[in-house]
C-alpha cells in the first residue's frame, strides 16, 4: 500500500529555515516522480518543487527558486525539501506527492501528474 507522511512543519520567523520530510512506503522514491506542493487559506494547491524519478532532475517554481531544496535519501526512501529565506507568505499546508505514470492529477512545469498524497504538514511564518 502506497503511503506518504509529511513532517517537520512549524512555526518559524520570517528569514528563518525549515526542513519537511516525506517518508514514502509501499514504493521506492528513487524510481517514481515526486512533488511538493502547498495550499494556503483560500487559495488554490500550488506546485513548488520536484524531483524526477531514476535521474533526480530537480525543477523549482519561481517563488521557490534559490531558496528552497529538494533532494532524495534513496537509502531511507525520504525525500527533502528544504526551505530557507522564509517569508510570511509561505504560510501554507505543504503537500508532498508522487506518481510512476502518466496518470493522476496536478501537473505544474516539467512535474507530474500524481497519483499519491500525504495529508500535510503546516508551515507557518509569523514573527
Known amino acids: 500500500q502506497v503511503q506518504l507522511v509529511e513532517s517537520g512543519g512549524g512555526l518559524v520567523q520570517p528569514g528563518g529555515s525549515l526542513r519537511l520530510a516525506c517518508a514514502a512506503s509501499g514504493f521506492t522514491v528513487q524510481y517514481y516522480k515526486i512533488g511538493w506542493f502547498r495550499q494556503a487559506p483560500g487559495k488554490e494547491r500550488e506546485g513548488v518543487s520536484c524531483?524526477?524519478?531514476?535521474?533526480?532532475?530537480?525543477y523549482f517554481a519561481e517563488s521557490a527558486k534559490g531558496r528552497y531544496t529538494i533532494s532524495r535519501d534513496n537509502d531511507k526512501n525520504i525525500v527533502y525539501l528544504e526551505m530557507n529565506s522564509l517569508r510570511p507568505e509561505d504560510t501554507a499546508v505543504y503537500y508532498c506527492?508522487?506518481?510512476?505514470?502518466?496518470?493522476?492529477?496536478?501537473?505544474?512545469?516539467?512535474?507530474?501528474?500524481?497519483?499519491?498524497w500525504g495529508q500535510g504538514t503546516q508551515v507557518t511564518v509569523s514573527s
Open positions: 524531483i524526477s524519478g531514476r535521474a533526480g532532475t530537480t
Open positions: 506527492a508522487a506518481g510512476d505514470g502518466y496518470g493522476g492529477t496536478h501537473k505544474f512545469g516539467p512535474c507530474g501528474p500524481y497519483d499519491y
